[in-house]
T-cell receptor, first 115, second 115 residues
């Protein structure tokens, strides 16, 4: 069974602070993704990666950075957190290939509140 | 642009009743859409429920089914008799079979099945 683990599961951060959301997958998948979900919106892609050392911008990358130091780990970094980044964040991983063509496995989500 | 519109929740039905969650899509930049239903059970990450890549075909899983209708640009999710364990959030999604990782999610429909 594919396993994608996110940490922390809940986080309260102050405006202007730095936040790092971590994601680990144990399935040796090449591709990893970070999404956010807000009320009234579907999941929106922030950053994704094709493998260690690779990061690509998704649809809403502004205010976020990503880091893929290894096959297993993919972090989302908010250098200067703002209240508009309050959301639920989902990490996902998938085998090499396109999201649209291969099954993708999601983590349980991280609820971030920026006050 | 590309978009997915689905039934606004919450949807409440009683056990053993039938269910339909509507999904329509607009694929203005995606030449060959793939269509998905993902489900998120309480406390879990999203998981793929079913996927159809060819217009006119039907996908089915766990008693749910959905038909990819290119003429009406729809991919409605149906189940003849729901169970309490089906209570979850259901997401319709549109993917690109082409050269991107582009997947557009709907806003999600929360389903509550009453015993």
């Amino acid at each position: 069974e594919a396993a994608v683990t996110q940490s922390p599961r809940n986080k309260v951060a102050v405006t202007g602070g730095k936040v790092t959301l971590s994601c680990n997958q144990t399935n040796n998948h090449n591709n990893m993704y970070w999404y956010r979900q807000d009320t009234g919106h579907g999941l929106r892609l922030i950053h994704y990666s094709y493998g260690a050392g690779s990061t690509e911008k998704g649809d809403i990358p502004d205010g976020y950075k990503a880091s893929r130091p290894s096959q297993e780990n993919f972090s989302l970094i908010l250098e200067l957190a703002t209240p508009s980044q309050t959301s639920v964040y989902f990490c996902a991983s998938g085998r090499q290939g396109l999201f649209a063509n291969t099954e993708v496995f999601f983590g349980k989500g991280t609820r971030l509140t920026v006050v | 642009g590309d978009s997915v519109t689905q039934t606004e929740g919450p949807v409440t039905v009683s056990e053993s009743e039938s269910l339909i969650i509507n999904c329509t899509y607009s694929a203005t930049s995606i030449a060959y859409p793939n269509l998905f239903w993902y489900v998120r059970y309480p406390g879990e990450g999203l998981q793929l429920l079913l996927k159809v890549i060819t217009a006119g075909q039907k996908g089915s899983s766990r008693g749910f089914e959905a038909t990819y209708n290119k003429e009406t640009t729809s991919f409605h999710l149906q189940k003849a008799s729901v169970q309490e364990s089906d209570s979850a959030v259901y997401y319709c999604a549109l993917g690109d079979r082409g050269n991107t990782n582009k997947v557009v999610f709907g806003t999600g429909t929360r389903l509550q099945v009453l015993p």
